[in-house]
């Protein structure tokens, strides 16, 4: 990569991810910047955060495109005219279909809110609580064709406490989502991620 590492956002939701990570950048933790925010959904609070920062935020309606090859492909489009090297899905609720994949192979990340392989999908919080784990987690991962399959960049655990609700146990996962996602995001912008099968090798 020459220059700084161009990122651009995609969020469904509150946001607050995308808010810490474009904190890191402008703190300069992150050597990078980013250049959109990309929504899904109207209403994600995301967007709100995204233009209170300053930074370019817009929603693709999903449902003005016949199918989800047509939307990944305006996705595509617009990434790519601003240059984007990394994609940084923050609460993107919305599967990547192939061709988003092959556009930025090994170029986008996901975090995901429990140790995967243990329960991918949209309510991982809530399906660990469900099935009475006593460790859940953070996991950031490179995003492969499947559900939540890609190789794992990092991981981190978080214990599942007595009297935990989703809530509870969701704001813990932030926290440690807060600091780990910043942290493969930067080592991605350093050139220090090297995917060897499905391993992901940390350089320092
Ligand atoms: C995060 O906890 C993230 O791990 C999770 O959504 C939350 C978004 O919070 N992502 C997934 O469940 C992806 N399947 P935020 O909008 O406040 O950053």
Redesign the pocket.
């Known amino acids: 990569m020459s220059g700084p590492c161009v990122i651009g956002v995609l969020?469904?939701?509150?946001?607050?991810?995308?808010?810490?990570i474009a904190l890191r950048v402008e703190e300069g933790f992150i050597p990078g910047r980013i250049a959109i925010v990309i929504s899904d959904v109207e209403e994600?609070?995301?967007l709100v955060r995204a233009r209170r920062m300053g930074l370019e935020a817009v929603f693709i309606d999903p449902r003005s495109f016949p199918d989800r090859s047509s939307y990944d492909r305006e996705l595509i489009r617009m990434l790519a005219e601003r240059g984007v090297d990394l994609v940084v899905?923050?609460?993107?609720?919305k599967l990547v279909g192939p061709e988003f994949v092959s556009a930025f192979r090994e170029r986008i990340m996901?975090?995901?809110?429990a140790l995967l392989p243990s329960f991918?999908?949209?309510?991982?919080?809530a399906d660990a609580l469900a099935y009475g784990v006593k460790v859940t987690g953070?996991t950031v991962h490179f995003v492969d064709e499947g559900l939540?399959t890609g190789p794992i960049i990092l991981q981190e655990a978080v214990p599942v406490l007595p009297g935990d609700d989703e809530e509870t146990l969701?704001q813990r996962?932030?926290e440690v989502?807060y600091r780990l996602y910043p942290e493969a995001i930067r080592a991605f912008c350093e050139g220090r991620l090297r995917i060897v099968g499905r391993r992901v090798e940390i350089l320092e």
């Open positions: 969020v469904s939701g509150s946001g607050t991810n995308l808010e810490n994600a609070y995301g899905l923050a609460g993107y609720m996901n975090i995901h809110p991918p999908g949209t309510s991982g919080v953070v939540d969701h996962i932030h989502e």
